[in-house]
């Protein structure tokens, strides 16, 4: 990919826990093997932009916060949170219809991956905006991230 002039890919790579991507039925890969992925493009100079999915239905604070020690723990040049959302026409969001537990946000505008639209069994509306915010501040505000992928890059160019 690098020798062809690729310089980035986007992965899914979702959560951090294996209960959450088995309960939202996700078919990531291990852990490990993903990790190997990341280190391969990283060593050919390929720049890797993670997706990290938070609120699905199996998530509770604790396994967020996993999550996010994850994303931190791959290191990646970039990273990307988002609240997981039930789009109308899909099984998922036919599913939440079909209990009034749910409580399916009527507005369809509103199904964009930043916000919750639907009553989670786990967390809150605004419980999940701290924890999405949280996961930016906690991704981007290290001294390992800038070292790594700012000021390095920086040096590099000026070579």
Same mark, same amino acid.
């Given at each position: 990919?690098?020798?062809?002039?690729?310089?980035?890919?986007?992965?899914?790579?979702?959560?951090?826990?294996?209960?959450?991507?088995?309960?939202?039925?996700?078919?990531?890969?291990?852990?490990?093997? =993903?990790? $190997?992925?990341?280190?391969?493009?990283?060593?050919?100079?390929?720049? *890797?932009?993670?997706?990290?999915? &938070? %609120? @699905?239905?199996?998530?509770?604070?604790?396994?967020?916060?996993?999550?996010?020690?994850?994303?931190?723990?791959?290191?990646?040049?970039?990273?990307?949170?988002?609240?997981?959302?039930?789009?109308?026409?899909?099984?998922?969001?036919?599913?939440?219809?079909?209990?009034?537990?749910? =409580?399916? $946000?009527?507005?369809?505008?509103?199904?964009?991956?930043?916000?919750? *639209?639907?009553?989670?069994?786990? &967390? %809150? @509306?605004?419980?999940?905006?701290?924890?999405?915010?949280?996961?930016?501040?906690?991704?981007?505000?290290?001294?390992?991230?800038?070292?790594?992928?700012?000021?390095?890059?920086?040096?590099?160019?000026?070579?």
């Amino acid at each position: 990919m690098a020798s062809a002039g690729c310089i980035a890919v986007k992965l899914g790579i979702e959560s951090g826990n294996r209960d959450v991507l088995d309960g939202a039925q996700r078919a990531a890969i291990d852990f490990p093997y =993903q990790e $190997e992925i990341i280190a391969c493009l990283e060593r050919n100079g390929i720049d *890797v932009l993670a997706f990290y999915v &938070l %609120g @699905y239905f199996g998530d509770t604070e604790e396994s967020i916060l996993e999550t996010i020690d994850y994303a931190r723990h791959l290191n990646t040049y970039g990273a990307q949170f988002s609240i997981a959302t039930p789009y109308p026409g899909t099984p998922w969001y036919e599913e939440l219809r079909a209990d009034p537990r749910f =409580q399916l $946000e009527e507005n369809l505008e509103a199904y964009n991956q930043y916000r919750l *639209v639907y009553n989670h069994p786990n &967390l %809150g @509306y605004d419980q999940l905006e701290r924890l999405k915010s949280l996961a930016y501040q906690r991704y981007y505000l290290r001294w390992s991230y800038i070292m790594e992928h700012i000021w390095r890059r920086n040096l590099s160019k000026r070579s």
